[in-house]
């Protein structure tokens, strides 16, 4: 068969109704860039420092960033 969107929507629907743990990565992630706007807010918004605000926006809220060897240090 041959996969179709509505077919996937429906099955990644099925597998999330069927555990407690499923992580909705739209929510996640509007998480994740919330708190790295406030980061940047709160330093005035200087340029440059968009990446490290991301990623530790991402470690507070997850405990690890994702990428971890993109060079920039996450404190």
């Keep these: 068969m041959t996969a179709t ?4 929507k429906d099955e990644v629907s099925s597998d999330a109704k069927e555990s407690d743990n499923a992580i909705n ?5 509007a998480k994740i860039a919330e708190n790295a706007y406030y980061k940047a807010e709160s330093r005035g918004f200087e340029p440059g420092r968009e990446l ?3 990623l530790e926006a991402e470690q507070e ?8 060897g ?6």
């Excluded at 969107?5 to 996937?8: A, G, L, R, S, T």
């Excluded at 990565?25 to 992630?29: A, I, K, L, Q, V």
């Excluded at 809220?61 to 971890?68: D, E, I, M, P, V």
């Design 52 to 54: 490290d605000d991301l």
């Design 61 to 68: 809220l997850t405990g690890s960033a994702r990428f971890h």
């Design 70 to 75: 993109a060079g920039a240090k996450v404190s």
């Design 25 to 29: 990565f739209t929510d996640h992630d």
């Design 5 to 8: 969107v509505k077919n996937v």
